[in-house]
């Protein structure tokens, strides 16, 4: 059971007590929130990391991301998650609605199968792509196009978090629209000591 604790100072006042507060809160109590120099999978480096796997190994916090999700399934077949963070979220998500979940690969088996995907994929299925944190989309962009190859139609994606550093934009390209439960704007307000303003 996580122990109340009171909004970090540097949180914009506009979530304080808000659903998405009680979330950003578990995150920051996990230790899931950190600031410093740290260098993101695309290469840039940023002032703060989101360690959203520090939270998915908690029962309650990842039954709470997956609670947060499943409104954005409900029209959904299947739902996806790329490995290795997404793949908990998915089966959270999936035992939330009720509805099957995929788990897509970064890159193709070498041997066996070489499938690009573990689990039951149908032409024409609907699917609700999840991740945890988004910052340029590539990664997801890829996924998506692989389980498209196979028939899937994908529409919509919903992330923990997203960095707001073009993942909506490129995912937007390929006719996905991303939703997310938190954003790098409500995460980092400017009474946070050494916060700056980001370029977009």
């Known amino acids: 059971m996580m122990q109340r604790q009171e909004p970090p100072r540097w949180m914009k006042p506009s979530l304080e007590r808000s659903p998405e507060w009680i979330l950003l809160n578990g995150l920051v ?25 520090k939270a998915i190994t908690r029962p309650d916090l990842l039954r709470m991301i997956g609670d947060a999700m499943a409104p954005y399934a409900q029209t959904a077949d299947r739902i996806a998650g790329v490995e290795l963070g997404a793949v908990p979220i998915a089966a959270a998500v999936s035992l939330a609605v009720g509805k099957s979940f995929v788990m897509v690969r970064k890159a193709p088996k070498e041997h066996g199968t070489k499938h690009n995907f573990e689990g039951e994929l149908k032409p024409g299925d609907r699917v609700l792509f999840v991740e945890d944190v988004v910052t340029t989309g590539g990664t997801l962009r890829g996924a998506i196009d692989r389980l498209r190859e196979h028939g899937a139609i994908v529409e919509d994606c919903v992330c923990v978090v997203d960095r707001e550093e073009g993942g909506s934009i490129l995912l937007a390209e390929v006719g996905v629209r991303l939703h997310a439960l938190l ?7 400017p009474g946070r000591p050494g916060s700056r303003q980001r370029s977009p």
């Open 29 to 53: 109590a996990a230790g899931s929130l950190q600031f410093g120099t740290f260098t993101l999978a695309s290469g840039r480096t940023s002032s703060y990391y989101v360690d959203i796997k």
């Open 183 to 189: 954003r790098a704007s409500e995460l980092i307000g």
